[in-house]
């Protein structure tokens, strides 16, 4: 890694230059020099490549930035992360739970374990809820909070759907849209999951997807993954890229400015060294829009809608205990008020590899927040006593065996879908697309999509495509909206995609199987629905 932290500085020329060395940029980069082409990509990190699916180490123990399970319905996609890292992938079972209480929970549901974990009292009064909002329900549904009510009752509600959602997104849930809700949930019913669980807890559902198309899609059992984490993977795409001979990667540096040079452009990116310059015919960039714009020379008209996008930010603290592991799953949702840690992530449990020390257990406590907040601009040591604290309130471990912790930020983890963020990114998209057929927005922050990594992978791979052939053969924008949750269904399954422009190229199936790789997001409803929403409450 000490190569890719040199110092840089004087003037390249190359084919193409790529801002960040996520998924996407190094997606582009690899295939692109894999075509001959000369490419200089530029990251602002002084260390670590991937972008949000990096992996950090620290001591010899290694972080996950939330999780990266490697599983695509595109073929191509796994066909391209078998290429990049063919001999470091391991099967792990996937295991996630719902914490309540001081119990755990299953995910999906087993009947019997959870009526013995609420209690007869509780699940009778879940029952009676329910049964009460199906005979009286809410009949102007406008937030999440009266949809899920109206599926599932309000104490249910209460218990497995507000206070986690609510730490995630930032906002209360009568304040997010109905559709997310519809969507993010679709298909669930109290009922079906009671006998499902029935079925789970005695046995009977050996076969989960048997092809009939009769039975709910489930979650994935297993999936792969690097033996040391994501950011494996991208370290060797950089290292291809590199051992190519016809790329660079240049950590530590941020765009300073890119602007037109005649019929290329010229990018500015500044390192703790000082400044360096590339000239380019095309430009691809991961980076978040409303900085792209803030950048671009001369400023784009749309700059002010840019710069109006928000973020969900995100944080991890680590912590190394003296003790076995504390729990099997991956992660556990945590779905109690006292405490404001969303998830709690068990790192070997993803890889044995990630922990050094079979006799420490490594946790990493998920904190979603809002970059300059209180807990985005905590001291370290502040924020691994918070995690000490909380894991003792929730009887998870008691903090005297607690042997270090350490913290990993991440900022923009998550594009935030508010009433105007479509119109602002439209509007970007379509000058750039008008001024600047050259310049190619990618990823998730490049295009402001909640995505999973290979959709950013494909959008990376498209555009490849779009420069190799000197105009845009694929729309990589055109997109379903109503994309099936992604972990659900078998790899290389169908789905259908509408053509948003007659001049490009119809998309495969297994293309469109990677661009509908989004998540939901929950949208906040207008401020006169928000009042409304209260008064009803």
Not at 171 to 183: G, R
Not at 396 to 423: C, I, N, T
Not at 426 to 447: C, F, I, Q, S, Y
Request: a negative charge; charged letters at 25%; proline letters at 4%.
């Amino acid at each position: 890694m000490s190569d890719c932290k040199a110092a840089f500085s004087g003037m390249r020329e190359v084919d193409v230059a790529i801002i960040g060395a996520g998924p996407a940029g190094l997606t582009a980069g690899y295939l692109l020099t894999k075509q001959g082409k000369s490419v200089a990509i530029i990251e602002q990190d002084e260390t670590y490549v991937g972008g949000i699916s990096r992996t950090v180490e620290h001591d010899g123990y290694r972080f996950d930035i939330g999780g990266h399970r490697f599983f695509s319905k595109s073929q191509q996609v796994v066909d391209l992360w078998n290429e990049i890292l063919p001999h470091d992938f391991i099967q792990r079972p996937r295991m996630s739970r719902i914490y309540y209480e001081g119990k755990f929970y299953s995910y999906p549901l087993r009947a019997f374990e959870a009526l013995g974990n609420l209690g007869l009292l509780r699940s009778t009064a879940c029952m009676v809820s329910y049964l009460r909002y199906k005979l009286f329900p809410i009949r102007e549904v406008k937030s999440f909070e009266d949809w899920t009510t109206n599926q599932f009752g309000k104490t249910l509600y209460s218990i497995f759907f507000k206070t986690y959602t609510e730490k995630v997104w930032g906002m209360p849930c009568d304040e997010m849209s109905a559709d997310w809700a519809a969507q993010r949930i679709k298909g669930l019913s109290l009922m079906s999951a009671v006998v499902d669980g029935v079925k789970r807890s005695l046995g009977l559902n050996k076969r989960p997807n048997d092809g009939s198309g009769n039975q709910a899609k489930t979650l994935l059992e297993t999936f792969r993954y690097p033996r040391l984490g994501p950011g494996m993977m991208w370290d060797a795409a950089r290292d291809h890229v590199l051992a190519s001979g016809k790329g660079e990667v240049l950590m530590g540096h941020s765009l300073e400015r890119l602007a037109r040079d005649g019929e290329g452009w010229m990018m500015t990116a500044k390192s703790r060294e000082g400044l360096a310059q590339i000239r380019a015919k095309d430009v691809i960039s991961s980076a978040p829009m409303r900085e792209l714009a803030k950048r671009l020379h001369p400023l784009p008209e749309s700059t002010l809608q840019a710069s109006n996008l928000r973020y969900r930010d995100f944080l991890t603290v680590a912590l190394m205990i003296d003790s076995e592991d504390l729990f099997p799953d991956n992660w556990i949702y945590i779905h109690d008020s006292k405490v404001q840690v969303g998830r709690v992530q068990n790192f070997r449990s993803w890889s044995p590899e990630m922990v050094p020390d079979e006799n420490v257990a490594c946790v990493g406590l998920e904190y979603f927040c809002f970059e300059g907040d209180g807990l985005w601009t905590s001291a370290d040591e502040d924020l691994v006593e918070l995690a000490k604290k909380e894991m003792a309130i929730l009887g998870l471990v008691d903090p005297a065996r607690v042997r270090g912790g350490v913290v990993v930020r991440q900022e923009k983890a998550y594009p935030v879908y508010d009433e105007d963020y479509a119109a602002n990114v439209d509007a970007m998209r379509r000058e750039l697309e008008a001024k600047h057929p050259t310049l190619h927005l990618v990823g998730r922050n490049g295009m402001h999509r909640y995505n999973n990594q290979d959709h950013a992978m494909m959008t990376a791979m498209l555009t490849v495509e779009n420069i190799l052939a000197g105009r845009r053969v694929y729309d990589t924008w055109c997109v379903n909206e109503d994309a099936e949750y992604h972990e659900a269904g078998d790899e290389g399954a169908d789905a259908g995609i509408p053509v948003r422009e007659a001049e490009t190229r119809p998309l495969s199936e297994d293309q469109v199987a990677a661009l509908t790789s989004l998540r939901g997001v929950p949208e906040r409803l207008a401020p006169d629905t928000d009042a409304q929403v209260r008064r009803r409450a």
